[in-house]
């Protein structure tokens, strides 16, 4: 059941560059798309989201953009910072508030000095 | 910056053992959740939880899982009889939605491992 996909397991950057990390969907009904963050050893931080009544949100060095005819939305990352380095998760909900959460597999950002 | 806390950060368990894993969520919020991460899997959903009742549930969570809110702080996790499959990071969230969105938020998780 890969209703989130995030088909690249790996970025690498170099500081100060940007990252763009991709994230496609298959489900229709997802109405709300939100990004996380993991370190090791700990939870998912939230980041960032956007409902699907928008194509972009801003937030700082952190914006998402959604494409919905493509199912497909992305978060960059401007500049990139050596802290940012972590795995990524892309999410999506439907039908609002207390919809369960669905997850892609994550995608490992890696920021060079 | 209120968060949610978990508790064990690892707990290890025979097979067939009862454990509970427990959680904080952050105060004002309504909504709670458990997720479990099986090492090198995705993030998956097991409950979501409302109004003293559970809201929806997916097909792992089945009757060896139930979930408590004994108080007005706590947010439990039962599993009565642990398989080795139970073996995995299970995360608590909560949330409070309102006019900007339906943000989860995560605790660091609890690592269960099953022997």
């Known amino acids: 059941d890969q209703q989130v996909k995030q088909n690249s397991p790996s970025l690498s950057v170099q500081e100060g560059r940007i990252s763009i990390l991709n994230c496609d969907y298959t489900n229709s009904m997802f109405d709300y798309f939100l990004w996380y963050k993991k370190y090791p050893a700990e939870g998912p931080t939230f980041l960032i989201s956007?409902?699907?009544?928008?194509d972009k949100n801003e937030d700082g060095r952190f914006t998402v953009f959604l494409n919905k005819s493509a199912k497909h939305l992305s978060l960059h990352i401007v500049p990139s910072q050596p802290g940012d380095s972590a795995v990524y998760f892309c999410a999506a909900s439907a039908q609002g508030a207390n919809s369960k959460l669905t997850f892609g597999k994550g995608i490992t950002l890696s920021v060079r000095p | 910056e209120p968060e949610v806390t978990q508790t064990p950060s690892h707990q290890v368990t025979q097979m067939g053992q009862e454990v509970i894993l427990r959680c904080v969520p952050i105060s004002n919020h309504l909504y709670f959740y458990w997720y479990r991460q099986i090492l090198g899997q995705k993030v998956e959903f097991l409950v979501s939880f409302y109004n003293n009742e559970i809201s929806e549930k997916s097909e792992i969570f089945d009757d060896q899982f139930s979930v408590e809110r004994p108080d007005g702080s706590n947010f439990t996790l039962k599993i009565r009889s642990t398989k080795l499959e139970d073996s995995a990071m299970y995360f608590c969230?909560?949330?409070?939605?309102?006019?900007?969105?339906?943000?989860?938020?995560f605790g660091p998780g609890t690592r269960l491992t099953v022997t």
């Open positions: 969230a909560s949330s409070f939605p309102g006019t900007g969105g339906i943000e989860q938020y």
């Open positions: 956007i409902s699907s009544i928008k």
